[in-house]
């Protein structure tokens, strides 16, 4: 059974940076695609960035892409976002998303870990 357990939120001010991490377990994730999601109060979850464990490709959504960047170390079975330039709107309950590359949406999810951004 897959696992994911994410770590690393908390509270920085506007400008700052923090990195997530996510600890999967439970399979060979070689095939697997790796994202991370969002979900502000009152908002809908929404896209954040994935990453393919075999090939490593990435790809963002636009409101993060050139300050977050997700990367993965295959011997610690982790994969981590790193947030620099945080603004007040990255708040959010941040989630670690796993699936298969032959499964078109992701189907494994972490608990969630808090970020707050002050202004």
């Known amino acids: 059974q897959v696992q994911l357990v994410e770590s690393g939120g908390g509270l920085v001010q506007a400008g700052g940076s923090l990195r997530l991490s996510c600890a999967a377990s439970g399979r060979t994730f070689s095939s697997y695609y790796m994202a991370w999601f969002r979900q502000a109060p009152g908002k809908e979850r929404e896209f954040v960035a994935s990453?393919?464990?075999?090939?490593?490709?990435?790809y963002y959504a636009s409101s993060v892409k050139g300050r977050f960047t997700i990367s993965s170390d295959n011997v610690k079975n982790t994969v981590y976002l790193q947030m620099d330039t945080l603004k007040p709107e990255d708040t959010a309950v941040y989630y670690c998303a796993a699936r298969r590359d032959i499964v078109p949406n992701y189907n494994h999810w972490g608990q969630g870990t808090q970020v707050t951004v002050s202004s």
């Open positions: 990453i393919s464990w075999n090939a490593g490709s990435t």
